[in-house]
């Protein structure tokens, strides 16, 4: 694996030498590796930087059995398989594979095929199918619901999987890998090649992509590792802002000034953010700055797909000098001329960062460049910790995963719809996947129980089997409808439902479409009043079922829905660096002057933890008591644990009123003082129990990834043929099913996939069960007369907050009081 | 709605909030009391009335291949026969679509449909029809009715076009919808302007219309009061308070 291995000198055959040579290139070492280990029939995870030939080595060993294959008398299936996790990504390397194939004068086809294909080159794929096809997890799921699938596939020899650091430890992933465990049986020899980017522990990507069978996690992993050159380091910088940095706030707004600047000076500049709020506000922002007007562009989720194409051609064409986005592009397709990455408030996390950071300049001889922008002092510390994480070369890992139960149903369903199966096959053939290799064959039985029935304890369905087993002892879908409604389902991304907003036209029709927001974006604004979407300032006119009807509106102060933080939770090795570095003194020299001094005053006035310790400082304000946590784990963490801590300091008698969370701290305040509660029975780790239990099942969260679940295990439709359903109808349907079938089958197979994705995405229950444990005998205990440095940024978050859910009959109560005060008016 | 809101202000809606959490209020002089749980009691006749509970829902979907947790009617048994525990009716009206479609009676699983036998011990059950459910049930004891009057009330399932003073009706599935800062929630409602009142459909997997949908235009004579069920208690919101889909 090493750079100077000794590579026997024939690995390429010499039109691929030639080729190399005529480009003025030398074969990469990494992909002269890869082409051996194929040579070798070794399934391969290949792991290098931006720019260092990773699609190319990949390829490499198809492009060349391609080329020596002998011609054949019938026509072939397809040899290679690609993978993206993106469709525009796919195209895009369509297109890069042309050049070698062309240059080489190769008789080989190389075709793309996504949701966008058009049915003609769809249909001629089935019937003759290219040598190479570029294609997506969806995509290929929906393959394998065929019937023929398997003779289409069986002479598939190598599957690449491009990006796949992206997708081992998501929903996406589980399926895939389901995917890929089905293509093996169609063809048993297939190959196994997995192409990431740099990652804390690529054995976990290993073990997901293949293992040895009865090997545990500590099994050597069966897919060899290569590992291509490491790329030049990036050279990070944190604005040291001239102006103060402030308190609290997520806009960075203070250092748009310096931001402009720095993008006068480059060539080009990616400036990402983490909401789609804050990325309306920086565009704003900077148009508000830019005399010179550079074409600065913004890119984000919500904008109409022609207007993203839009920029990102123009983006291609070098005409921009800086586009505003949010994670939109975090990945996809190479453009050469980004000289600068700019991150507008908290990193989160530094796997995200250098994966934003690898935008920047796709040559692996020169370095990337990028600069942070804290908004807050808290993100000054968590910014300077990135940065040095990433000068050191260490990432933040994903946890292994357990395949999800609701995807598993998915698959089980295309496989029948495929071809008729056998249980007992199917179950071997699952759990030689990574995700499913602990499957147990009670859980394996009650999805296939779910698949045919719905799986309930009251047998109402048994006539109406969605499969049904034969009398040969195989499992055959129901019918052609049976097939035809499970192939509008397929896939494991939820999109949540969107409306078009458009321009209003004369007596209220909807024009031309500006672009799409996700459902409650708008929530919170009434008919009148104006916001900000695709940089422009709007007024609202109404909501119609599919449409937000606007007017442009020449309002200077326009009111925002909704600032929130971030919907990426502060990683836990980022946490552990700043907990670090806010102990260090001497390390504070890193920082500006003023954050300096704030840390200088908590440590007098109050104190700073050590970084295994947790602090809690409780102190009066105004009429109430406050308690106020530093346990540095992120939103979703402390949100949880301020759910619980409530109800157990109304137990302990304190009265608690409401609570704020932001991703370093959590803050509580309350009737009565709290300087005597036992702080140890407080954070007993006894709290993850029944407290855990009681309030999750009545909380909005497990109504939303129980909708989640539903849908992606078939039990609710996406859409029907012809009728799309609107999601306020999803929405309102599935938790009207939530509730019924949790008082009246709580154990049903559905609300554990529901409780297990709760308690992973939504309430991240095991990070508060591993800080519980952490901070054992660890908490600092400051008892304070006021408002301690550290407090001030939650206190001034207090009132921003919106609790989702949480307050309906408090809403509801103060609506009757409006009623009484407009009676009695 | 803005050319409601600028019609003389009328007199505020007479409402009082019961013990139990229910609403009260007189429709043509008869006492009526909205419960929380979506049913309205009258209470001159110690009448329970409920609408829309649209039994075999779930079985319906079933039939179909969506496999929808087949315990809606149970469901919805349990919370009617808590009404009933609670208040001791003499009569219990259906307002129609108490069965989703014209064979689920046939559906019914026994113990259900028993349960339905024993809620008529010692009470009369009278079943409106709806577009759900033309023909009524066929088995179930109670009369079968298209329309009926009690006191001062007429009581259909589809509301009629117009003003209709004294009638009640279900067939709508009113919803309310208020906004704050905070969040948003959308209950089921009834929905009166003090001539007529719409009730909350009772089955659980029964949807809802938001109250300011273009359906409800034109049935009251001012903009309507909604009493939208909460917890245990029913909230008297205005129409100011309440907000589109």
């Not at chain 1, 469709?87 to 004068?105: C, F, H, Q, S």
């Not at chain 2, 525990?85 to 113990?111: K, M, N, Q, T, Y």
Request: net charge negative; charged share 25%.
């Amino acid at each position: 694996m090493a750079e100077d291995a000794a590579l026997p000198a024939d690995l390429l055959p010499a039109a691929f030498a030639d080729w190399f040579a005529t480009r003025g290139w030398a074969p990469r070492a990494h992909q002269l590796e890869m082409v051996a280990r194929a040579r070798a029939g070794r399934d391969a995870l290949l792991i290098a930087p931006t720019g260092g030939g990773k699609t190319l080595a990949g390829f490499l060993p198809s492009l060349i059995e391609l080329a020596q294959r002998p011609p054949a008398n019938t026509p072939r299936g397809i040899h290679t398989l690609y993978i993206s996790p993106l469709k525009a990504l796919a195209v895009d390397v369509e297109r890069n594979l042309a050049t070698p194939i062309r240059e080489m004068g190769l008789s080989i086809v190389a075709e793309s095929r996504t949701g966008d294909t058009g049915a003609a080159r769809r249909q001629r794929q089935r019937v003759k199918p290219p040598d190479i096809l570029l294609t997506t997890p969806e995509q290929l799921a929906l393959f394998c619901a065929w019937e023929g699938a398997r003779a289409y596939f069986e002479d598939l020899s190598c599957i690449i999987l491009d990006e796949i650091h992206t997708l081992h430890s998501t929903k996406r992933g589980d399926l895939l890998a389901l995917d890929i465990a089905r293509l093996q049986t169609f063809s048993p020899s297939l190959r196994r090649v997995g192409l990431s980017a740099t990652v804390d522990d690529p054995d976990v990507i290993r073990r997901w992509m293949g293992f040895h069978p009865g090997g545990g996690d500590s099994a050597p992993p069966a897919v060899d590792l290569v590992l291509g050159p490491a790329g030049t380091p990036p050279i990070v910088e944190v604005l040291l802002s001239e102006g103060r940095v402030p308190w609290a706030g997520h806009t960075a707004q203070h250092a748009m000034a310096e931001v402009y600047e720095v993008i006068k000076k480059a060539r080009t500049a990616l400036v990402f953010v983490n909401t789609r709020f804050q990325a309306e506000f920086a565009f704003q922002e900077l148009w508000r700055l830019n005399e010179d007007a550079l074409p600065i562009a913004l890119h984000h989720g919500s904008l109409a797909a022609e207007q993203r194409r839009k920029v990102e051609a123009a983006m291609a064409r070098g005409e921009l000098r800086a586009v505003v986005c949010t994670s939109t592009l975090d990945l996809g397709i190479d453009w050469g001329d980004v000289d600068l990455v700019i991150q507008l408030a908290s990193p989160k996390g530094a796997s995200r960062m250098v994966q934003r950071i690898g935008r920047a300049n796709h040559r692996m001889d020169e370095a990337s460049r990028a600069l942070f922008v804290p908004a807050n002092r808290f993100e000054m510390l968590e910014c300077q910790a990135a940065r040095e994480a990433i000068a050191e070369n260490r990432f933040d890992g994903d946890p292994p995963r357990v395949g999800a139960l609701d995807i598993l149903a998915q698959h089980v369903m295309g496989c029948a719809c495929s071809e008729p199966f056998d249980a007992l096959a199917l179950f071997d053939e699952i759990r030689t996947s990574g995700p499913y290799r602990g499957l147990a064959w009670e859980d394996f039985e009650q999805v296939v129980d779910f698949v045919s029935t719905g799986g309930y304890a009251l047998r109402a369905y048994d006539r109406f089997r969605r499969i049904v087993k034969g009398q040969d002892g195989l499992w055959r879908a129901r019918n052609a409808d049976t097939i035809l409604r499970h192939r509008l389902n397929v896939g494991a991304i939820l999109s949540p439902a969107v409306l078009s907003v458009r321009i209003a036209g004369r007596g209220g029709r909807a024009g031309r479409k500006v672009g799409e927001v996700e459902e409650g974006y708008l929530e919170a604004l009434e008919p009148g009043d104006t916001f900000i979407f695709a940089g422009q300032i709007w007024r609202l006119v109404g909501v119609t079922a599919l449409d937000v009807l606007v007017t442009p509106a020449p309002a200077s102060d326009p009111k925002l829905p909704s600032w929130g933080g971030s919907k990426f939770a502060l990683s836990t090795f980022l946490a552990k660096r700043v907990r670090e570095l806010m102990f260090d003194q001497s390390h504070w020299s890193v920082l500006p002057g003023d954050v300096r001094e704030w840390l200088k005053l908590q440590r007098d006035r109050s104190l700073i933890p050590a970084e295994d310790e947790m602090l809690v400082e409780t102190f009066p304000r105004g009429k109430r008591h406050f308690m106020v946590c530093y346990p540095f784990e992120g939103r979703l963490a402390h949100t949880t644990l301020a759910m619980l801590m409530t109800r157990r300091l109304e137990r302990m008698g304190a009265a608690p009123l409401g609570f704020v969370c932001n991703d370093y701290a959590l803050a509580v305040w309350s009737l009565n003082p709290m300087d005597g509660v036992d702080l140890d029975a407080l954070f007993a780790q006894d709290m993850l129990g029944d407290d855990l239990e009681d309030w999750l099942a009545e909380s909005y969260m497990m109504k939303r990834s129980f909708k989640g679940c539903a849908i992606l295990a078939g039990l609710i439709e996406r859409r029907f043929p012809g009728a799309e359903k609107s999601g306020r109808q999803v929405t309102f349907s599935a938790d009207l099913v939530y509730d019924v079938l949790r008082r009246h089958e709580p154990d049903h197979l559905l609300l554990r996939c529901a409780r297990d994705d709760a308690a992973t995405g939504l309430i991240d229950v095991a990070r508060v069960g591993h800080m519980l444990a952490r901070i054992q005998g660890k908490i600092r205990h400051a008892v304070l007369d006021h408002l301690s440095p550290f407090s001030v940024p939650m206190l001034l978050e207090i009132g921003k907050e919106r609790v989702p859910g949480a307050a309906g009959e408090m809403i509801l109560a103060e609506a009757a009081e409006d009623l009484i005060a407009e009676a009695s008016s | 709605m803005t050319a409601l809101a600028r019609t003389p202000a009328p007199a505020p809606y007479a409402f009082a909030q019961s013990p139990c959490g229910g609403l009260e209020m007189e429709i043509m002089g008869a006492a009526l009391r909205m419960r929380a749980s979506g049913a309205l009691f009258d209470l001159a006749h110690q009448a329970l009335i409920v609408a829309d509970l649209h039994f075999e829902k779930g079985s319906a979907y079933g039939m179909r291949g969506q496999f929808l947790p087949p315990y809606d009617t149970r469901d919805t048994l349990d919370r009617l026969e808590a009404e009933v525990a609670a208040l001791e009716p003499r009569v219990v009206i259906f307002l129609g679509d108490s069965f989703h479609d014209g064979r689920a009676e046939d559906r019914l699983s026994p113990d259900d449909a028993e349960r339905l036998v024993a809620l008529a011990q010692g009470r009369t059950l009278i079943w409106l029809v709806g577009n759900h459910d033309a023909d009524g049930p066929r088995r179930l004891p109670g009369q079968v009715v298209d329309t009926m009057t009690l006191g001062p009330l007429i009581l259909r399932h589809e509301p009629e076009p117009g003003e209709q003073p004294g009638e009640l009706s279900g067939h709508l599935h009113p919803c309310a919808r208020v906004s704050s800062g905070r969040g948003t929630v959308r209950r089921r409602c009834f929905a009166t302007d003090g001539t007529r009142m719409i009730l909350p459909a009772f089955g659980a997997y029964a949807g809802g219309l938001n109250l300011k949908d273009a359906a409800f235009a034109g049935l009251f004579g001012r903009p309507p009061l909604a009493g939208a069920l909460g917890r245990d208690r029913v909230h008297a919101v205005g129409w100011r308070s309440l907000t589109s889909d």
